[in-house]
């Protein structure tokens, strides 16, 4: 059974940062692309970031480019989402995913339909 299993989300000040991980028992993990998504109330989910399977090539969504930082530890299968300079509108339930394998680059996997797997999501709150 896959898992992924997200952490690190909670409550900060604006301008504070935060790194989120997202752990997944997952064989194929070290070649699949992996992405974060998030959903604030009352909004649908919206693409953060990818990163292939090597980490050699990322992906960004224009609200969080230059902010936020995908990266990937495949010995540990898990993905980490740094993110710097949070402000309030980054409030929302971040989710890890697992990609399809075969989509011929990262910049596709911005949307949910090129996901199979998803965690259950970690709260980020970011006060002003």
């Known amino acids: 059974q896959v898992q992924l299993v997200e952490s690190g989300g909670g409550l900060v000040q604006a301008g504070a940062s935060l790194r989120l991980s997202c752990a997944a028992s997952?064989?194929?993990?070290?070649?699949?692309?992996m992405g974060w998504f998030r959903q604030a109330p009352g909004k649908e989910r919206e693409f953060v970031a990818a990163?292939?399977?090597?980490?050699?090539?990322?992906y960004y969504a224009d609200s969080v480019k230059g902010r936020f930082t995908i990266s990937r530890d495949n010995a540990k299968n898990t993905v980490y989402l740094q993110m710097n300079s949070l402000k309030p509108e980054d409030t929302a339930v971040y989710y890890c995913?697992?990609?399809?394998?075969?989509?011929?680059?990262?910049?596709?996997?911005?949307?949910?339909?090129?996901?199979?797997?998803w965690g259950q999501g970690t709260q980020v709150t970011v006060s002003s």
């Open positions: 997952l064989r194929t993990f070290s070649s699949d692309p």
């Open positions: 995913a697992a990609g399809i394998p075969g989509y011929p680059g990262v910049s596709y996997y911005d949307s949910e339909s090129k996901y199979r797997y």
């Open positions: 990163i292939n399977w090597s980490g050699r090539s990322t």
